[in-house]
């Protein structure tokens, strides 16, 4: 069963950095694409930013382009998100979801609709 794991959310300032980590089980990490998505209040689930399954090719989102890196630690089975630049608008709970398959766009064309655990609450507010 696929039961990511995210954490490393909470409240920062405009302008300032996060990152947030996930833990995957329930699958052999190492063979698949991974990506983030986010949900902000009353709005529907975002993509944010796909990885292929070795973390040599990436694609993000428009919005986040230039402020966000998405990597993954294979031999730890995590992923991570680091942002900077945070804005007001970045404001929502981040999830990790598990690609189709191991390409990056397999990433991205099922990140809206694999499970996802908890997610993990980010604000961004002065």
């Known amino acids: 069963q696929v039961q990511p794991v995210e954490s490393g959310g909470g409240l920062v300032q405009p302008g300032g950095p996060l990152r947030l980590p996930c833990a995957a089980s329930?699958?052999?990490?190492?063979?698949?694409?991974m990506s983030w998505v986010r949900q902000a209040p009353g709005k529907r689930l975002e993509w944010v930013s796909s990885?292929?399954?070795?973390?040599?090719?990436?694609i993000y989102a428009t919005p986040v382009k230039g402020r966000v890196t998405i990597s993954r630690d294979n031999a730890k089975n995590k992923l991570y998100l680091q942002m900077n630049r945070l804005k007001p608008e970045d404001t929502a709970v981040y999830y990790c979801?598990?690609?189709?398959?191991?390409?990056?766009?397999?990433?991205?064309?099922?990140?809206?609709?694999?499970?996802r655990g908890q997610g993990t609450q980010v604000t961004v507010s002065s």
């Open positions: 979801a598990k690609g189709g398959g191991p390409l990056v766009v397999q990433g991205k064309e099922s990140s809206t609709s694999a499970p």
């Open positions: 329930g699958f052999t990490f190492s063979n698949y694409a």
């Open positions: 990885i292929n399954f070795g973390g040599g090719g990436t």
